[in-house]
């Protein structure tokens, strides 16, 4: 393999995560990144004094691997939080998950989500169902209404019914009877979840990982967007007019966008690349003066009438992030193609909703605004999904091509997911008959 030609396109974790990986197999490879800067979503940026994530972002390690190697990256720049979550529903807020909580919403409906979780947890398997049918099995007809439901409608901003749930087990906390139980009669607390403890840099934010790995990747070329990718010739063309050629491509390209930029495409294929679906996340930071929510994380927010899904803290996470007595916070609006945005008045009406819910005080002047309007979001499983994407996969890898990461293999993955799925990749190349071995 010492002649190949291997290319990434991207320079978010994944694709570092690819490049560092088969370096350390004495592979080297080309990182191909249309900004300035690595990182992805995974960047942080400075306005007026306060440092801003692009959204918010957080460690969470289920895998010593991953944990014991960000450690090393990071030098020491990394703190470990216990998780200060919650739920504004019903006027009050009750700590998160939902279903662990139930003491703390008004008795006749934390009765209805007790006896409705008794309920569901006789009856059968919850394999094979649509989206909305898990949720309604898993955790019966109470929970499901009040918080479920809506915070999920409001997040995918698709009929739930049209989605199917190979993720949900994963990212969704599912508790005991006993604990549901417990959590009618006291506080159980925020120790439940995959993210019931999370990392952050100590200083810098989020963004020292990823510049973190670029010292230790390799080449990396920046300003390099991809016009189009040849794939008789295996050839990547960027907008520039520069070409690269390559014997093997790492991708992290949003999937959809292969079906705009790559040729030539069999029909079916690109049946396919349009089929695929996904929401897109508006964020808008705000530094701001005075205290604000002083020990809070994050809050989610299910109720359709207000704007946001979730509202975090930027200064709780780290107080390095801001200027001193100054506080951050990052706001998320969900919308698609069947939800859109106006964007003219959004901005507007996220502030009329902080205000409105308490987040933002008489006291809280907006000092600093920052906005990145994230077209690809979170894909969409819906009945397509699985069929397109596999179809996608096997036409893409007898190009010699490997999908990366959240977007370039089209997933649900946390951080540490897209730092695995990169090791991944760089291990499936690793296996490549008559190219694998070294």
């Not at 901003?157 to 906390?173: A, E, G, N, R």
């Not at 930071?285 to 002083?294: D, F, R, T």
């Not at 390095?320 to 919308?335: D, F, H, I, N, R």
Request: glycine share 8%.
């Amino acid at each position: 393999m010492v002649n190949k030609k291997i290319v990434i396109l991207g320079a978010g974790l994944s694709g570092l995560s690819a490049a560092w990986h088969l370096k350390q197999k004495g592979l080297p490879c080309l990182i191909l990144e249309k900004e300035k800067t690595v990182g992805g979503l995974c960047r942080s940026k400075q306005v007026r004094g306060f440092t801003f994530d692009h959204d918010g972002h957080l460690l969470h390690f289920r895998n010593d691997y991953t944990r014991k190697w960000v450690k090393k990256l990071l030098q020491g720049n990394i703190v470990r939080h216990r998780r200060s979550a919650w739920i504004n529903n019903f006027g009050i807020l009750s700590p998160y998950p939902f279903q662990a909580n139930l003491h703390a919403l008004p008795k006749h409906i934390a009765s209805e989500c007790l006896w409705g979780f008794i309920y569901a947890s006789q009856l059968a398997d919850t394999k094979q169902v649509s989206f909305l049918k898990w949720i309604e099995r898993t955790f019966g007809k109470g929970i499901s209404r009040h918080f479920m439901v809506p915070y999920n409608q409001k997040f995918w901003t698709v009929p739930l019914d049209q989605m199917i749930c190979p993720w949900s087990d994963k990212f969704i906390p599912q508790l005991s009877l006993l604990d549901i139980v417990n959590g009618f009669f006291t506080n159980n607390g925020n120790r439940f979840g995959y993210n019931a403890d999370f990392w952050y840099p100590q200083k810098g934010g989020i963004g020292q990982l990823a510049q973190a790995l670029e010292q230790k990747a390799g080449t990396v070329l920046k300003n390099c967007c991809v016009k189009r990718i040849d794939l008789k010739n295996k050839e990547v063309i960027l907008t520039d007019r520069r070409k690269q050629k390559f014997d093997i491509l790492i991708t992290t390209i949003p999937l959809p966008e292969w079906g705009k930029i790559a040729s030539p495409l069999p029909a079916k294929i690109l049946k396919c690349f349009n089929q695929l679906r996904w929401n897109s996340i508006f964020n808008l930071n705000l530094g701001i003066s005075g205290p604000c929510q002083p020990s809070r994380h994050w809050i989610y927010f299910p109720h359709p009438k207000t704007s946001f899904f979730r509202v975090g803290f930027f200064h709780n996470f780290s107080r390095t992030l801001t200027p001193q007595g100054k506080g951050a916070l990052y706001a998320e609006v969900s919308y698609s193609r069947e939800k859109p945005i106006n964007r003219s008045k959004i901005v507007r009406r996220i502030i009329d909703d902080l205000k409105a819910t308490g987040i933002l005080a008489g006291q809280n002047k907006i000092i600093a605004q920052d906005i990145n309007d994230i077209k690809y979001g979170y894909p969409i499983y819906d009945r397509n999904y699985c069929e397109a994407t596999r179809l996608i996969r096997e036409f893409l890898l007898s190009h010699n091509i490997v999908v990366c990461g959240r977007y370039g293999s089209w997933q649900y993955l946390s951080m540490e997911d897209a730092l695995l799925n990169g090791r991944s990749a760089a291990e499936k190349i690793l296996r490549f008959p008559g190219k694998g071995g070294v």
